[in-house]
Antibody, heavy 121, light 106 residues
């Protein structure tokens, strides 16, 4: 079974750093694009970026470029989303999700369960 | 950036009804469109891809159509489990943007 399991909820203060994770299982991790999606409280889905674990080729939404870093560790089949200095406006649920197909983007499937990040002083 | 506009933002319906949700795209994207369903407190789930292909396991009362800039998601005989929020997403050009969502409520 293809599965993405995300790290647990985090509570941080503004200015702190954070790295959340998404562990993949049940498929060849290196050969599928994996992405991150933000959902702010009560709001819609925002596509943040994707990474190809095979060569770490990363594409960012310009709205998130420079605000976050997407990375992977192929040795442990895990993708990451990190911040160097959190803001209150980073409070959201963050989902990782895999492209349905290896060869082309036709949608995200499956999705991780989501990680709630709360940033508050 | 390609912009996605869903309508309506909220739709009220009853079980057994037929509902159509529209997604309008700011530029032509061929059939590079997906639809997702999200229930409260859960991750989104892929319903339809390439505008009209049903994801495995999705009931046949769901259907998608459209090409270019105008797309629709139709639910033909609403069941109680269909009340959720629905999102379209284009994957023609990076960034692969989502619509703002349509909440289907009882």
């Amino acid at each position: 079974e293809v599965q993405l399991v995300q790290s647990g909820a985090e509570v941080k203060k503004p200015g702190e750093s954070l790295k959340i994770s998404c562990k993949a299982s049940g498929y060849s991790f290196a050969t599928y694009w994996i992405g991150w999606v933000r959902q702010m409280p009560g709001k819609g889905l925002e596509w943040m970026g994707i990474i190809y674990p095979g060569d770490s080729d990363t594409r960012y939404n310009p709205s998130f470029q420079g605000q976050v870093t997407i990375s992977v560790d192929k040795s442990i089949n895990t993708a990451y989303l990190q911040w160097s200095s959190l803001k209150a406006s980073d409070t959201a649920i963050y989902y990782c999700a895999r492209h349905k197909l290896k060869t082309m983007a036709i949608g995200f499937d499956p999705w991780g369960q989501g990680t709630l990040v709360t940033v508050s002083s | 950036v390609i912009w996605m506009t869903q309508s309506p933002s909220i739709v009220s319906a009853s079980t057994g009804d037929r509902v159509t949700i529209t997604c309008r795209v700011s530029q032509g994207i061929s059939s590079f469109l997906a639809w997702y369903q999200q229930k409260p407190g859960k991750a989104p789930e892929l319903l339809i891809y390439t505008a009209s292909t049903l994801q495995s396991g999705v009931p046949s009362r769901f259907s998608g159509s459209g090409f270019g800039t105008d797309f629709t998601l139709t639910i033909s005989f609403l069941q109680s489990e269909d009340f959720a929020t629905y999102y379209c997403q284009q994957y023609h050009s990076l960034p692969y943007t989502f619509g703002q969502g349509t909440k289907l409520e009882i």
